[in-house]
């Protein structure tokens, strides 16, 4: 989620953190010049320190087996130190002499392979034209594939002899593969058609090249006025153009000299025997610049120009020959202009950063691109035409046996850290060629360029064979959905199966596997790759099948190896054991849905597919005569019929309801024995505090209120570990129906220093922004604040059942409810032993507490569901009659859950701006991880359509509109272009999206003109794409039966009302954007358009043409398999980070950024989030360098991984630009920001809370560098947005008012400074009291203005009266200081050092340690046993480091 706390809020529970970073006695005003502690992460830390102060390191991460699932709890616990060394082995340099060229130095690593030299040596300027050499050490070849460390005699200072091999015809194509790869190095054409993993980065148009000490430093001062601050016209606020262009900037790297007009495989290949005994292994063509045609032949010995001319063959030597080992120095001695150009065009290469040039793992299509001239190319010719995928280098044999692969890397050993480090990245390289093959097949197939293995049947049912990949299509075959839906249960199996293989594949229990699975959209076809299991194909399916049910629960077997296996998945997923009948009434014992199959393959393994109901249906999508639903549900309008029976809830919506009832069970465990502690005193007083258990019980089935109480003793202190699901999810407060009134904003019962940060995040009170470790994961933008409150919601720890009002600070659980403590105790030792030494009155507070939420043990806590519940056709045997009523219960209450609780703190979040969707992208993410699906979309806009704070939610409404209106227009896409044959597919797309977008309102199909005129008409054309069939029934589409089809769709789909006969309606109605759609509508269906101006409001033209579209691309579905121990050191540097103790939190996500690039390679999602945690930390601690190299690498690799436009690269660019300022380069800044304001607006449009942080960052810069009316411009705009979305009276627009005030002041506008300064001065003496030092800080400025206001006015009488020659006081005019802007750019962007003073640190200290001791006590609570329930544990966030 793009949340805007995105990584430190500095701030902990008593928000003093970066304390430490300032000198004592500091004035705010000159920042700059902080911290006595500099020392920016070393990066060659000892590795035996980040196990040290891991040595708690498994801290929050509770019991890793709930994340990596399976029993493997031996984590990171026992990597001892050892074994981070074996990692951080120091390197050792050696030389290496290459013909032709001096010695040079090379840093090496020992666990490098020799391989890797080889790369690097392909790579270097003056080395990259070799390709075919061997490396030796005192005259010994040495192995490719060893290691470096196992190499005898190799040591600091060693010589590496590079020897050049002789030729094989591999190593010539490798050759020719590898020089073309050079010369076609700056194009991106690669990027811009998707193809090998290459994509876009437009950051150095931005930068002019490096940031580093070669980027053109800006100097300060003197220099200001030079810089060229005007943006263009449409980024200004309030323009209402939104040109397409800008978003692909031209880069004049782009535009590269060339080498050589041609170079392609002649056709005299391949040689003919003799000339093959004359070593010739094959014929290249080229046309040098200089117009020169060559023919020339790649031998064994090296290349040479042959006499062949296009027509005659003659393959002697020309005269002179040139032989070359390289084809490079061949070419250089022919051609000057190749000799001159190539060398410009390496040191170009070579410039550029490698993030820019580094493949990422999975492919990105870009959804917009220029007209690209196509070139003559042989290699991708070649390629085009192989089935080989991309270029098995070293992998003897043609295909790969995807199968073996993918398995035999999870059988990798796993017990110590290098172990699981090289399994994962083996996983992770197998999946990524697996994704890429499987999509490149799947292309394949729906273009009809792979032969049916059932070519016989129609074209839907058919399946087909590729690269050792099998493919089918998501129709419904044999009538094997009917019951379930059709052919919309057959579209949603895959998906709900590729879940359920990622749910299988997170857990990882070693003996159980399943197949690579890739689901494929392309052309409106949705196609399913999957790996073989070995033998499938030889046997029929029923005599493999020898678990579970091929035809949906009628004939039933099971199997005790695979009950064994799937045993040990069933605690992590929540699946229940139980029983189901056969078609002999016999009982049958399962472990998952029927519908699950095990086989075991020739290779003696146990597979499980068919994972589409892992997890238990979803009852308000699926009606069930004579089931009535729970009243939240029903209120709702649930259930409701759904296109298909295969509704399922998500993973992470159960283990929130499994939190959720965790904590409800503590709570009502803790009454009880409060109770009976009273029974003794005096029973009556007790019940009416404490709500009698009896009440309690029916309110804690309901699910109605997620008890607030149970929060409370939560909210700052405890870590809810159930694995990954987000402890996010529990701070739910907000009743069914509406939310409570608000308390006042910020209640803050706390001394001064915290409300400095209270300006920042509007914060109720210190505690809110503690993170638990188990919030953060890399992939979301971390770091929640648990409650914020402009919104009328209750900041969560202040409300309890019977109303009293308990202060968040006290929040251990020990104080807030009573008894929890012992609850805790005696759960744990219930789950530790028999039970045998435990008084029986105890022993039934745990049953009734159990029977209550719904456990399936009574004698400790463990909720799992029973998938096949409501399955048709599955019967349950008699005597579980009971057991299936309460599973029964639980569904329906989790159903409810979702209803009542989650989508209720999706909004509450939103409101609270710790959830900031900003595209359709970012909200389906955070509808998911609540574990909402979208299908609820409707519903969640309807909740926020009556919430009285909807003006507050506008951006978040609009944004669910539009995803709700282009979900439906894929939907419809879909259908309609499955009746397009490819000849008229440009044309028909393009009539689609005029039908979509545009405001003409006849937008009429061009049939495409048969550009070749056949002879004889009357032959009729077969097709056998699937579905084929000459149809021009899309031509009939007409914007108004579209436009009808999607307002039917939402209706039936989301059971959504939409307003709108027209484009222009919607747009007009929901205060949508065109190009937004286009957008969204062009990622979701893979479509890729031209990118120039569309006109899409004229009445008199359609928008687009067919020339406008440029290309379809698949939309891929793929498991993201993990680095699990890296993630782990990245947690617990947060956790590190949070609780004040940077340097070490440094260190560990140092260390995790080493993990991570050791497994996924150097491109990756998740090393954006650490790159980026990172250089905060560096700008935190004052290593501005530091901070601004690790930024420019997330920026790069945020665009290269999600793309241009992304909300996150948008952020990034946000972050890069301060420290861009922080560094002196403010027209870098500046263009920067600018650049992120033009995303946004094409994003979401000027209307959303981020543009007012955005906006606030560009006033300041550009007030900074003196201009003042354009300043005014975006903060009025900042501040116009904030009061919107933050509420009049919120801190975020006290600030505002003041950042105003002070550009007035700098134009000596002193009324209109005043009166900006003194709304702010009112919010704050409201909201935080006179005595507050903001409030304080504003009455100053309030008085230092009304003075200036006043000599001003003088000044101005003085003139009136003396006319010229009156004696004028020199006015005090002041430019801002760069010190004084940084610090109010470090607020905004909620970077926040406070001075301290000396008594504060003692306070401070004592505190420390006071917590510590708390902590060491309650070490002996926190030893569980590993598969006892979900434990709370008391953590309690350390504020700083003071020593």
């Not at 699937?1026 to 031509?1035: E, F, L, R, S």
């Not at 009302?1057 to 062009?1082: F, M, P, W």
């Not at 140092?1150 to 497994?1159: D, G, I, R, W």
């Amino acid at each position: 989620m793009v949340s805007k706390t995105d990584d430190i809020q500095a701030s902990v529970p008593n928000c003093n953190v970066n304390t430490v970073d300032l000198a004592e006695g500091e004035t705010p005003d000159h920042q700059e010049t902080k911290a006595p502690n500099k020392d920016p992460c070393v990066c060659g830390h000892s590795a035996s320190t980040v196990v040290m102060n891991g040595g708690g390191a498994h801290y929050h991460s509770e019991e890793e087996s709930k994340q990596d699932g399976g029993g493997d709890t031996d984590g990171v616990e026992d990597s001892n130190e050892q074994e981070v060394i074996v990692i951080q082995d120091t390197g050792f340099t050696v030389k290496i002499q290459a013909p032709g060229t001096e010695p040079f130095d090379l840093q090496v690593s020992p666990q490098e392979m020799v391989q890797e030299i080889h790369q690097v040596l392909m790579d270097r300027e003056d080395t990259c034209h070799r390709t075919c050499f061997s490396l030796q050490l005192d005259g010994n070849v040495l192995d490719n594939f060893a290691e470096l460390k196992s190499i005898e005699g190799l040591q600091e200072g060693s010589l590496l002899k590079v020897v050049e091999e002789p030729y094989t015809v591999r190593e010539a194509r490798i050759h020719v593969r590898h020089i073309r790869d050079l010369l076609k190095s700056l194009d991106p054409s690669d990027a811009y058609n998707g193809v090998d993993c290459n994509s876009l980065s437009f950051l150095s148009v931005f930068t002019d090249g490096d940031l580093g000490d070669s980027g053109k430093r800006k100097k300060k001062g003197s220099d200001l006025e030079q810089i060229d601050c005007t943006p263009p016209e449409h980024i200004l606020p309030g323009s209402k153009e939104r040109p397409l262009v800008p978003l692909q900037p031209q880069n004049k790297d782009w535009k590269p000299m060339q080498c050589l007009k041609v170079l392609t495989m002649s056709g005299w290949n391949p040689p003919p025997g003799n000339r093959k005994m004359h070593g010739d292994l094959m014929y290249l063509y080229m046309v040098t610049v200089e117009e020169r045609h060559i023919s020339i032949t790649a031998s064994t010995r090296g290349f040479y120009l042959n006499q062949s001319t296009t027509y005659t063959f003659n393959p002697k030597p020309a005269n002179p020959s040139f032989l070359s080992h390289s084809l490079v120095e061949l070419l250089s001695q022919i051609s000057p202009a190749f000799k001159k150009n190539f060398t410009v065009l390496q040191k170009t290469r070579v410039q550029r950063h490698p993030f820019e040039r580094i493949a990422t793992p999975f492919q990105v299509y870009s959804w917009t691109a220029p007209q690209v001239d196509h070139t003559m190319d042989c290699v991708r010719a070649e390629d085009a035409y192989t089935s080989r995928l991309g270029y098995e280098e070293h992998i003897p044999g043609q295909t790969r046996d995807w199968n073996e692969e993918l398995q035999t890397t999870r059988e990798l050993a796993r017990k110590n850290l290098p172990e699981r480090l090289l399994r994962e990245r083996a996983i992770f390289k197998v999946h990524s060629d697996f994704a890429a093959a499987a999509t490149r097949g799947s292309m394949a197939v729906i273009d009809g360029n792979v032969m049916a293995i059932n070519p016989g049947e129609e074209t839907r049912m058919q399946m087909f064979i590729w690269n050792n990949i099998f493919f089918s299509l998501g129709f419904d075959v044999r009538d094997h959905y009917r019951e379930l839906g059709g052919d919309a249960a057959a579209h949603a199996a895959p998906t709900n199966d590729l879940n359920g293989v990622r749910a299988y594949g997170a857990v990882d229990v070693e003996g159980l596997y399943t197949l690579g699975t890739v689901v494929v959209d392309y052309r409106g076809y949705r196609v399913t790759a999957q790996s073989i299991i070995p033998g499938i194909l030889e046997r029929e399916q029923e005599q493999s099948v020898i678990y579970g049910s091929i035809d949906f629960g009628k004939t039933v077997v099971s199997h005790g190896k695979y009950l064994e296996l799937l045993e040990r998945t069933s605690r992590p997923l929540k699946v229940q054991r139980h029983n189901v009948l056969n078609e002999k009434d016999e009982s049958v014992e399962l472990c998952s849905s029927v519908e699950c199959k095990g086989i075991i393959g020739n290779d003696g393994r146990h597979y499980i597919l068919d994972l589409l109901r892992t997890f238990p249906p979803d009852l308000n999508f699926l009606p069930v005569e004579g089931e009535e639903l729970s009243p939240e549900s029903v209120r709702q309008g649930f259930p409701r019929q759904h296109r298909h029976r295969l509704a399922c809830l998500r993973q992470e919506l159960i283990e929130a309801f499994v939190e959720h009832r965790y904590l409800l069970f503590m709570k009502m465990a803790a009454l009880q024995l409060m109770q009976q502690k009273a029974n003794k005193d005096s029973k009556m007083a007790t019940l009416t505090e404490n709500n009698s258990p009896e009440a309690a019980v029916p309110a804690l089935l309901s699910t109605e209120n997620p008890d607030a109480s149970a929060k409370s003793s939560e909210t700052s202190t405890e870590t809810l570990t159930d694995g990954k699901s987000d402890a996010v999810q529990i701070e739910t407060t907000s009743t069914t129906d509406a939310p409570q009134p608000a308390a006042t904003e910020a209640t803050t019962t706390e001394a001064a220093p915290k409300a400095e940060q209270t300006t920042e995040t509007d914060i109720p009170s210190a505690a809110a922004t503690t993170m638990t470790a188990s919030q953060a994961t890399p992939t979301e933008d971390n770091v929640v604040p648990t409650v914020t409150t402009n919104g009328p919601l209750v900041p969560v720890a202040t409300v309890i059942q019977n109303g009293e009002c308990e202060s968040p600070l006290e929040g251990k659980a020990e104080d807030s409810i009573p008894g929890l403590a012992q609850a805790k105790e005696l759960a744990e030792s219930l789950a530790a032993e028999d039970g045998s030494g435990i008084d029986p009155k105890s022993r039934e507070v745990v049953l009734n507490a159990c029977k209550a939420v719904g456990s399936i043990s009574n004698t400790s806590f463990d909720i799992r569901f029973n998938p096949d519940i409501f399955s048709p056709g599955v019967r349950f045997p008699e005597d579980s009659v009971d057991d299936i009523q309460k599973q029964k219960q639980l569904l329906k209450d989790a159903a409810a859950f979702l209803v009542s609780c989650q989508i209720p703190s999706l909004v509450k979040d939103c409101l609270d701006h710790s959830a900031l969707p900003m595209d359709g992208a970012t909200l389906t993410e955070a509808l998911h991880q609540r574990g909402i699906n979208v299908r609820y979309l409707g519903n969640v806009l309807e909740f926020v359509d009556k919430t009285p704070a909807k003006a507050q939610l506008e951006h978040f409404y609009r944004i669910g509109i539009s995803e709700l209106i282009t979900r439906c227009a894929k939907h419809i896409f879909k259908t309609y272009l499955q009746g397009v044959e490819l000849s008229a597919l440009s044309a028909a797309v393009s009539h689609f999206l005029n039908c979509f977008l545009s405001s003409f309102p006849d937008a009429v199909a061009h049939l495409p003109p048969d550009e070749l005129v056949s002879r004889r008409k009357n032959r009729k054309r077969r097709n056998r794409v699937p579905g084929g069939g000459d149809n021009t029934a899309w031509a009939s589409l007409t914007p108004s039966e579209l436009w009808k089809n999607i307002v039917s769709e939402a209706q039936s789909y989301y059971n959504f009302t939409l307003h709108s006969e027209n484009a222009d309606q919607v747009v007009e109605k929901y205060g949508l954007q065109k190009i937004t759609l286009l957008r969204e509508i062009s990622i979701k269906a893979g479509i890729q358009i031209l990118i120039k101006e569309y006109n899409f409001d004229s009445r008199h033209k359609p928008a687009f043409t067919e020339e406008d579209i440029l290309n379809i691309f698949p939309v891929v579905k793929h498991v993201n398999p993990k680095a699990s121990d890296a993630f782990h050191f990245f947690q617990s540097g947060q956790a590190k980070v949070q609780q004040g103790y940077l340097k070490e939190g440094c260190e560990l996500i140092n260390e995790a950024l080493n993990l991570f690039n050791n497994v996924y390679g150097a491109m990756h999602v998740e090393i954006c989030a650490c790159l980026r945690l990172l250089a905060r930390l560096n700008y935190i601690m004052g290593d501005h360098h530091e901070a601004l190299s690790n930024q420019q690498k997330a920026v790069l690799m945020s665009e290269r991984v999600l793309g241009v436009e992304h909300p996150n690269t948008i952020q990034e660019y946000m972050h890069l630009a301060l420290y861009c300022f922080a560094n002196g380069q403010l027209s870098t800044a500046l263009k920067l920001l600018y650049r992120a304001r033009y995303l946004m607006l094409m994003v979401c449009g000027e209307d959303h809370p981020e543009m007012a942080l955005l906006d606030s960052n560009i006033g300041l810069v550009l007030h900074g560098v003196m201009e003042y009316d354009l300043s005014l411009r975006f903060l009025e705009n900042a501040l116009a947005i904030n009061s919107k979305y933050h509420g009049p009276r919120s801190l975020k627009v006290a600030l505002s008012h003041h950042l105003v005030a002070r550009v007035y002041e700098s134009k000596a506008e002193f009324r209109s400074a005043l009166q900006h300064e003194k709304e702010g001065y009112t919010i704050y003496k409201n909201q935080v009291g006179e005595a507050h030092e903001k409030t304080k800080e504003s009455s100053e400025y309030l008085k230092y203005l009304t003075q200036q206001a006043v000599a001003l006015q003088r000044t101005m009488n003085e003139i009136y009266k003396n006319g010229s020659n009156a004696s004028i006081m020199p006015l005090k005019f002041t430019a801002p200081s760069m010190a004084s802007v940084l610090e109010q750019l470090n607020i905004i962007n909620g970077i926040i050092f406070i001075p301290l003073s000396q008594k504060d640190l003692e306070n401070l200290k004592a505190e420390v340690q006071r917590r510590q001791q708390l902590q060491e006590s309650g070490k002996s609570m926190e030893e569980l046993t590993v598969d006892g329930p979900l434990e709370l544990e008391d953590k309690i966030p350390m504020d700083v480091n003071v020593d």
